[in-house]
């Protein structure tokens, strides 16, 4: 994709391997804590194909009967989210010209054969904060539409160490993932892809 829609950042390799595997280190001690769930689609149930866990203060989450929301505890163990690394909360001060630190974490994990749909992020009470996504693992290739659903769209890959920030324009811009690219990193042991969303949910 040539040019993004306003608001709308890449920032490829961000960072650096050492800092990737850090990032990966921390990632394990939270799934140890909050392990990653099947979220399902509001409605109709269907299962999603990406697994997902969260950090911070507060999380996102979906299931059948009560939708997509953001709550303090998982979904499965009842148990408070973990702490949000400090590693990320410094990204935030540093990259989302945001003034409160950020809330929610989600962590997606995408095994090679994963997708996310089109969508918009939009369960946040606070859209002035952007939404800042960090790709770790085997590159996948990103779809960006604009604020219709009907909007064209355009595709570009990201890549272990990308950052990507939806903000100003672009913060409700529709997104999603086509597909992930098998043996594409050495990051992760098992393949597959992690994203990581920080958000701030409240004003
Ligand atoms: C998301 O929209 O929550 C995930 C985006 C991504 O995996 O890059
Ligand atoms: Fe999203």
């Known amino acids: 994709m040539a040019t993004l829609p306003n608001g709308i950042r890449h920032l490829p390799g961000f960072l650096d391997r050492a800092a990737q595997e850090h990032l990966v280190e921390a990632i394990r001690r939270i799934v140890a804590e909050a392990p990653l769930y099947v979220p399902a689609m509001p409605g109709t149930g269907k299962p999603m194909s990406v697994r997902m866990t969260n950090c911070g203060p ?12 953001y709550q303090p505890t998982h979904p499965a163990t009842g148990k408070p989210w973990p702490a949000m690394p400090p590693e990320l909360v410094e990204m935030w001060e540093q990259l989302a010209g945001y003034p409160k630190p950020p809330e929610a974490c989600l962590v997606n994990f995408y095994s090679d054969n994963a997708k996310m749909g089109l ?13 800042l996504s960090i790709s770790l693992g085997n590159t996948c290739l990103f779809r960006v539409g604009g604020l219709d659903r009907k909007d064209p769209t355009g595709s570009f890959k990201l890549s272990s160490g990308d950052i990507v920030l939806l903000g100003g324009e672009g913060r409700l ?5 086509d597909r992930i690219y098998p043996g594409t990193s050495t990051l992760l042991k098992n393949g597959g892809r992690i994203n990581l969303t920080l958000r701030r949910v409240n004003p």
């Open 119 to 131: 969508h918009q992020d939009r369960d946040e009470v606070e859209f002035s904060a952007p939404v």
């Open 58 to 69: 507060l999380g996102w989450v979906t299931d059948k009967e009560r939708g997509y929301r």
């Open 173 to 177: 811009a529709f997104h999603g993932v």
